[in-house]
């Protein structure tokens, strides 16, 4: 069998999933730890505290820096720019500075010949606290005024008002927990000196322009000083959208400083104990229906537990208010979040940006009232759902709506009347295995929130045998994109993949990209390529024209290489008219750029239209539950996602499969633990367990909404990264469902995640 496959074997796009597929199986692919070691590379160890809050009364490292191997310890006086590296706020200091705010803060680096060096004097270190209070939980956090950013409310109609003519008022409380992000490849970045007083940073980062600007500012130096070279991430899941930047600055410091190549790259339990994670939340929600069931008003108020820094959390936050009404038309809205400053490391972007967490509450907050009043949740969901001409809270119109659509395209599959019918007849059946199914409607609003990131830049160069490179601001971390932009250029010029090759993403070559992030990035990089095709196209096409005598009223293009004119294929090709275009000294090379149109928000009115459009869908999930054990499995996972029209299904249904079965571990047994020291025990594998082959669903099934709709998706195929993480929470409802069948007066909380232990406690307990 022929082990030398190329993207030219699979011109079928259904199984095109990027450029990648074949080495990355064969672990050809080159991560930063892969990346060959120069001569007298350092090795950068993060020295970090032990306790979450405190004085630092005394550092002594003398002892460590003598060691043999040892090059130099660096404190925080060692840094020769700002020891700043706040994104959105600057509260994070890179190293400690007199105090501690989080066990696992970075307080040293130790650069060492050795990594055995390095960890011989890490032992040594003497560090000497002043503990100071701890504090974990984001309400405490609140009631004694420990904010990380000034609090925010959306605000529709009047709730206060609403209220009173509600059938149906309900009040509770929820608590959904925070998520590790578990990427493959863990925080890293190899740096090394460059000529005129700069550095070259290989990062495995989501944002190369934020390890730009952090390790410019650390080091005091010029952005244009800083080269970041990112080729792909062995997974980011938002963990590097703004967290990579701290490890490429004590990379670079070294580096800059002692005029070697360093490399710091985390270990998985540094990994686990010094990153922030997913944002917990604590909230409170009061709803109000008619006796329809409609919803008429909705109050809530997220507490979020940002950590001991703001990092990306004030977005987080805003992101939560957006979604806090998910799939649903409520009339009357007040929903209100505070970023709560505890002593955990500082929370950060995890796939869905807060928007999960809104979910979780106003799902949580349906499936109380359905409880109270004797109904099935599917009753309340369906009857509540947005449709075209609603507002959201924000004040964006709904449009292009599909919340409907996909649920009823799943309903007409499925019956809901009868999978409701045969749980009750398994569930009167059996007495200690009970089953339970929920659905869940997802509305996700696609646009980074802050209207400045929505832009994008691509370098297109067409060399002269034809060949094409493509760079753009975006960063490939396991999501397709390079798929993606490959079929964008094939598409522009049309010509074969094979021509195509996408570069690393390149901050010197590619500047002032936006993280790739918001599930955003194929549709700003894609608009970015294409704008650059399409001038050279405009180049191409009169010179072609001129050059083979052909009318310029004539239409031309190309189909896989060929050159068609008028729709009729000729023997000219591309290769041969690129060649020829060169020598006639037509330009071949061109910069696109792209900023989304229309959207804008405004923070004083917290009203505007900040999405270019929303992602839809429905899924419906059942499960059973063993009442002896708390075990349970997910039999089935029934999804009908809006992929508008999906340019490229094996990418897009992996996201889907990938995205569910990550929100299922979130809310079903990935549990984060911290002790009220502020210590992380969940800090290994052996006690954070994510879901494995044996603990996803027996059964996955993913269907399209095909639409051709126009919106602003990049060929009309609508961002798909982040929206199908949503589908997961159902998960938790399936589950609760099932304890409630085999227990009525349990007293289980809305305490996400609904781990195994929680189950069987709920199975056994009364209210
Ligand atoms: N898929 C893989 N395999 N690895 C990842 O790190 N990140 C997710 C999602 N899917 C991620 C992923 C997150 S958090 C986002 S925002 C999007 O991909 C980012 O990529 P996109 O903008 O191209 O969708
Ligand atoms: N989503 C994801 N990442 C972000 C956002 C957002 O809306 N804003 C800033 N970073
Ligand atoms: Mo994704 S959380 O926007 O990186």
Redo the contacts with the bound molecule.
Sequence with gaps: MSTKKTISDSKDIKSFTGPDFYNHVAGKSIYVDDIPAMEGMLFVKVFDSVIAHGKILSLDYTAAEQLEGVVKIFSAKDITGENQIGGIIPDEPLLADGEVHFCGQPVLLIAAETEDAAEEAYHKIKVEYDPLPVITNPREAFAKGKLLTSSRKFQLGDTTAAFKNCTYVFEGTTEVNGQEHL?LETQGAYAYPTEHNSVRVYSSTQGPTQVQKTVARVLGIGMNQVEVDVAR?G????GKEDQASAYAAMAALVAYVLKKPAKCILNRMEDMRMTGKRNPYSSDFKIGLDKELKILAYEVTHYQNGGAAADLSPAILERTLFHSTNSYNIPNVLATAHSCKTNLPPNTAF?GFGGPQGMYVMECAIDYVAKQLGVTADIIQRKNLLKDGDEFSYGQIVSACEAESCWDKLEKEVSIEKIKEEINAFNKENKLIKKGYSLMPICFGISFTNTMLNQARALVHVYLDGSIGVSTG?VE???G?NAKMMQVAAKEFGVSLIRIKVESTNTSRVVNTSP???????DLNGKAVQDACKQIQERLVPFIKQELSIGINDTIYFVQDILYVNGIATTHNWKQLIAIAYVKRINLSAKGHYATPVINFDKTTEKGHPFAYHVYGTALTKVTVDCLRGTYELDTVKIVHDAGASMNPAVDIG?CE??LVQGIGWMTMEEVVYNENGKLLSNALSTYKIPDIYSVPNEIDIEFLKTEKDNLAILKSK????PPLMYGIGAYFAIRNAVLAFNPNTNITYHAPITPEKVLMGLYSKK
Excluded: I, K, P
Aim: aromatic share 8%; glycine share 30%; proline share 0%.
């Design positions: 990427y991430l997974g980011g899941f938002g796939r975006g971390m396991g999501q994109l790739s992030a918001a599930s955003s990035t194929a996201q990938g995205g961002a798909v990264g982040e």
